[in-house]
C-alpha cells in the first residue's frame, strides 16, 4: 500500500470548516483513500472513502485531486466531539486482505 | 451483533502471566484483524484472519503472541509470559471481504 503523508496537528474553531490534507503522491490506480477518526480512548471509526471521484456522506467530504496524488477530507461544520485523531489510509480496491497500514495521522483540536 | 464487541475492556495482570483478549466480530463478518496501539503511537497491525485461517501473521511481534478463530466468529488473542512492553491497547476489527472495517473499542492491556 502506498504510504500517506499528513499534517501532525491542526486547529479549527467550532461551526467552520475542518479541511485536512494528505499526500498520497505514490497512489497506485487501483488503490482508494480511506480516512478514520480515532477520538481519544476508543477504536478509530470509518469516516469516508473514495478512488477518484469527490464523495460525500452525512459525516464529511472528500475532495481527491484530479491527478489522485492528495486529498482533502471536510468537516462543513466542526464541532467539539469532532476532536480526533485523523488517519489518512491507502489501500488496494476489493483487496480480499484488508491490513490497514496506520501512519500517524493528523491531530484535529476543535476550540470553542 | 450491531458492533464488534471486546471482552475484557481492561485487563491488569502481573510480569510473566498469561492473558487472552476476546474479540465478538459484527454478524457475518467474514474477516477479522487484530492491531495494536501503545501509548502515544500510531496502530499495529498484528494479525488478520478470513474465516477460521491466518493467512497473514506478519504483524506478531514475538512467538509468544497467537491467535485463534474458531467458527468463523469469535477469536482470542492469547499473550503467553506477559512483559511490560506488551501494555497496549489491543483491537479488533472485522469487515466482509473487501468491505469497510469496523473497529472495536479496544482492551486495554496493563502489564506490572
Known amino acids: 500500500d502506498a504510504k500517506t503523508t499528513q499534517p501532525p496537528s491542526m486547529d479549527c474553531a467550532e461551526g467552520r470548516a475542518a479541511n485536512l490534507p494528505c499526500n498520497h503522491s505514490?497512489?497506485?490506480?487501483?488503490?482508494?483513500v480511506y480516512w478514520y477518526r480515532q477520538i481519544h480512548s476508543q477504536g478509530p471509526q470509518y469516516i469516508i472513502h473514495g478512488l477518484k471521484n469527490n464523495e460525500t456522506n452525512e459525516m464529511a467530504s472528500l475532495i481527491i485531486t484530479e491527478d489522485r496524488k492528495s486529498s482533502t477530507l471536510i468537516l462543513p461544520h466542526a464541532t467539539l466531539r469532532d476532536t480526533a485523531v485523523y488517519y489518512c489510509i491507502v489501500r488496494v480496491a476489493g483487496s480480499s486482505n484488508y491490513k490497514l497500514t496506520f501512519g500517524k495521522g493528523t491531530l484535529l483540536t476543535v476550540n470553542p | 451483533g450491531a458492533g464488534v464487541s471486546q471482552s475484557p475492556s481492561n485487563k491488569v495482570t502481573e510480569k510473566g502471566k498469561d492473558v487472552e483478549l476476546r474479540c465478538d466480530p459484527i454478524?457475518?463478518?467474514?474477516?477479522l484483524y487484530w492491531y495494536r496501539q501503545s501509548l502515544g503511537q500510531g496502530l499495529e497491525f498484528l494479525i488478520y484472519?478470513?474465516?477460521?485461517?491466518?493467512?497473514?501473521k506478519s504483524g506478531l511481534p514475538s512467538d509468544r503472541f497467537s491467535a485463534e478463530r474458531t467458527g468463523g466468529s469469535v477469536s482470542t488473542l492469547t499473550i503467553q509470559r506477559t512483559q511490560q512492553e506488551d501494555s497496549a491497547v489491543y483491537l479488533c476489527?472485522?469487515?466482509?471481504?473487501?468491505?469497510?472495517?469496523?473497529f472495536g473499542q479496544g482492551t486495554r492491556l496493563t502489564v506490572v
Open positions: 484472519f478470513q474465516g477460521n485461517s491466518a493467512p497473514d
Open positions: 454478524s457475518g463478518h467474514t474477516a
Open positions: 476489527a472485522s469487515s466482509l471481504v473487501g468491505g469497510d472495517a469496523f
Open positions: 505514490t497512489i497506485s490506480g487501483n488503490e482508494y
